[in-house]
């Protein structure tokens, strides 16, 4: 419910042009699919709905953020990819092996991606 509350005042706080507001929709879409999930915990098409919203929203963010962050966003993209690739690829390869793994990794990387988000928020509303 958080992301999906916070997309609408994200738009207050980011630059105004198409590519913030495309971070801002992602963020409420990455939570209308979270909102799904918990309803529809068993349904094979969310996780890679989840999975493309947030691929969505990380791209999004190497469109306008400056390039110092810029970097910082394109290695969250990255970090994204390769777990996204590792929840499809590592199951084929090994069965039930890795699954705990992957999941665990996307979620940290998931992570890392928001809380530089934040971070960004947060030293952009200061200047």
Do not use: K
């Not at 419910?1 to 495309?22: I, K």
């Not at 966003?73 to 793994?101: R, S």
């Not at 990794?105 to 809380?115: E, G, M, N, P, T």
């Amino acid at each position: 419910m958080a992301f999906l509350l916070a997309g609408p005042p994200h738009v207050r706080l980011a630059p105004v042009h198409w590519t913030a507001g495309l971070t801002s929709a992602a963020v409420s879409l990455f939570g209308l699919v979270l909102l799904v999930d918990a309803v529809h915990p068993m349904d094979a098409a969310i996780e890679p709905l989840t999975n493309l919203t947030f691929v969505l929203g990380t791209g999004s963010l190497v469109l306008w953020w400056p390039p110092g962050w810029r970097s910082m966003a394109i290695a969250g993209l990255v970090l994204a990819l390769l777990t996204w690739l590792g929840m499809l690829v590592l199951p084929l390869l090994a069965p039930g092996q890795f699954a705990g793994l992957c999941s665990r990794a996307q979620v940290v990387a998931r992570a890392l991606v928001l809380v530089l988000g934040g971070a960004y928020l947060l030293r952009d509303g200061q200047h």
